[in-house]
């Protein structure tokens, strides 16, 4: 049965109904779904819609929905569901009968796929913050491994000055700790449960927002049903964040391709991360560092199809926020799938010290260092500029 149908004389479109279908892609959000109805089907005993018995029989169906979702490869192949909010009901009453179509009482799909979508970004923020933790370490070895041996730092990507290996590498490590910070943000603002918001003026039954709250692990409920069911800010702090990141992966990686250019030598590519040429022989392509660079493009692009998406949106829900999933599961698919493979490159990638320490005792690179040591002789530190800059000519 539709979650719909009581009004309708003549039925859907076929076209339209298979178009309009979040399923095909909300699957993923099962584990969320059932969590939130878990919290729901407790309030609805508390305040005595339902009964004790039919509590138990609803909670048991639905963690058979939760073992059957992990173990049953199959288990998603179902041509009717809508989304996963109606593909949860269908099987619940498949389970336990009549009863199951008692777990909807007195919510709205607004409000589940509202909190749906928070417990996922919060699970992709804890589980991204142990991937930057093994990749900052995978940076931060390096850098210990490379003890004094210096390189040219570069600016207009001209040699500059000397500069330890080690603090090059760190540079990364500012630009990652600053992203991290960036999610742990995000993750406190998102931490709050929007169940009992309804679909968009509150719940229709006294339902104990705070109890449902806390068994989810939300910091408080949501403070304005309105906003709460129209709200996907969290959706694009988070995949602004991702795209700062992208962005960080798309320079490191940028240098890390010039950088093993035969011009430069100053790495070499580690084959498990490389390709090889169909034509030529002899080439060893750095196709990691190529798609890392051009996955920030997909990133960005879905911050901005989020932001082109919410605005202008009225209140408050609008199936237009239907549209906000793919952006969001596409891009954090990318990063999850990105950040261990960048890992294992930088473990692996080869460091030729000497070629860098040779490169950083040529090409002038103490001209500002001499400079110094006339300004500490007394000399005006313009005239002692120009002195060393004819010494160079
Ligand atoms: N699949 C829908 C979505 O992701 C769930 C909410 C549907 N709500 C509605 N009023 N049609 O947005």
């Not at 409920?221 to 992208?246: C, H, K």
Request: hydrophobic share 45%; with cysteine.
């Amino acid at each position: 049965m539709k979650m719909w149908s009581g009004r309708f004389r003549q039925p859907l479109d076929e076209k339209f109904e298979r178009w309009q279908r979040s399923f095909p892609f909300d699957c993923i959000l099962i584990h969320y779904e059932l969590a939130a109805s878990r919290a729901h089907t407790r309030a609805l005993a508390l305040c005595g819609a339902i009964s004790d018995a039919e509590r138990e029989t609803i909670l048991s169906g639905l963690s058979q929905i939760a073992d059957r979702a992990k173990s049953i490869a199959s288990f998603f192949a179902d041509p009717d569901a809508e989304d996963v909010h109606h593909f949860v009901e269908k099987q619940l009453v498949t389970l336990i009968g009549d009863t199951g179509y008692k777990l909807h009482s007195g919510r709205s799909r607004n409000e589940q796929i509202a909190t749906d979508l928070r417990l996922y970004v919060r699970d992709s923020i804890d589980t991204l913050q142990g991937l930057f933790a093994d990749w900052m370490g995978a940076i931060l070895d390096r850098a210990k491994q490379a003890g004094e041996a210096a390189m040219p730092a570069y600016t207009h990507m001209q040699r500059a000055e000397p500069v330890l290996v080690a603090h090059w590498l760190l540079a990364y490590i500012e630009m990652f700790l600053r992203d991290a910070s960036r999610l742990s943000d995000c993750r406190k603002r998102l931490n709050l449960c929007p169940l009992g918001s309804g679909a968009v003026a509150g719940a229709t039954l006294p339902l104990d927002r705070a109890e449902m709250a806390a068994e989810l692990y939300f910091d408080a409920p949501t403070g304005n049903s309105i906003d709460a069911t129209s709200d996907r800010d969290f959706v694009l702090e988070f995949v602004s964040a991702l795209s700062q990141t992208a962005l960080h992966l798309s320079r490191w990686a940028e240098e890390m391709l010039l950088f093993s250019t035969q011009e430069y030598a100053f790495v070499s590519l580690p084959e498990p991360y490389s390709t090889g040429s169909s034509a030529m022989p002899q080439k060893k392509n750095g196709d990691l560092l190529e798609l890392v660079r051009a996955k920030a493009a997909r990133i960005i692009g879905n911050q901005n199809a989020l932001l082109v998406t919410i605005k202008g949106l009225p209140l408050a829900y609008n199936k237009d926020l239907q549209e906000t999933q793919q952006p969001l599961f596409e891009s954090t698919r990318t990063m999850l799938t990105m950040l261990p493979l960048v890992t294992g490159f930088m473990r692996s990638v080869e460091f030729h010290l000497e070629s860098m320490q040779k490169a950083a005792q040529s090409g002038f690179m103490n001209a500002w260092a001499a400079a110094t040591y006339l300004v500490r002789l007394g000399i005006p530190s313009r005239l002692a500029h120009e002195q060393v800059g004819k010494a160079v000519r």
